[in-house]
């Protein structure tokens, strides 16, 4: 994950998002969901980020981000 984020950080989301799609076979590794979301969020893929906000939020719904993931989801939902 470490390394996701740091792809993240240089914006090489492509690359955060080859590397982590793997991962989200693992149920350990949920919280994968979020930086993918966010690479395909940057990259503008919007109907694939709003998927993986929510299957992040399936998964740990109960938590300080829930409320501004669910507010990214709708703020991308208005751009579509």
Not at 9 to 17: C, E, P, S
Not at 50 to 76: A, C, M
């Amino acid at each position: 994950m470490d390394f996701c984020r740091s792809l993240f950080a240089l914006k090489d989301y492509q690359r955060v998002k080859e590397i982590a799609v793997p991962f989200l076979s693992r149920p350990e590794k949920h919280e994968f969901y979020e930086i993918i979301g966010n690479s395909s969020h940057a990259l503008g893929q919007w109907e694939e980020a709003i998927s993986h906000y929510k299957d992040y939020l399936t998964y740990y719904g109960t938590n300080p981000e829930q409320e501004r993931l669910k507010q990214r989801v709708k703020s991308l939902k208005e751009k579509k």
